[in-house]
């Protein structure tokens, strides 16, 4: 089992960037997917989920009507559309796979996590 991560990189205030994380070895549409970020010196933070077997989804407040959490069944992939990006926003993004039908801001809950991709914000 393998999540990959990719798509960060740096972007000015305001941009955009798409996160990916492709799975091999489990289905992902039977799993709820979250994105949590960890910045520098900071604690790891949920920010978005993903349930499995439908499209309900939740944000954390600081990333709310900016972010968009998805996910491709054909591709086995799940998707965070980034918008409006911030400096704060930069981190080490990660997705994480729960064999769980409700969204849970614990990471401890997850069992599959992707190697994280990295995520700046600066002009």
């Known amino acids: 089992v393998q999540l990959q991560a990719s798509g960060g990189g740096l972007v000015q205030p305001g941009g955009s960037l798409r996160l990916s994380c492709a799975a091999s070895g489990l289905t992902l549409r039977s799993y709820t997917i979250s994105w949590f970020r960890q910045a520098p010196e900071k604690e790891r933070e949920w920010i978005s989920c993903?349930?499995?077997?439908?499209?309900?989804?939740e944000y954390a407040d600081s990333v709310k009507d900016r972010f968009t959490i998805s996910r491709d069944g054909a591709k086995n992939t799940a998707y965070l559309q980034m918008n409006s990006l911030k400096p704060e926003d930069t981190a080490v993004y990660y997705c994480?796979?729960?064999?769980?039908?409700?969204?849970?801001?614990?990471?401890?809950?997850?069992?599959?996590w992707g190697q994280g991709t990295l995520v700046t914000v600066s002009s």
């Open positions: 993903i349930r499995r077997t439908s499209t309900g989804t």
């Open positions: 994480a796979a729960a064999a769980r039908g409700i969204c849970l801001r614990d990471g401890s809950n997850y069992a599959y």
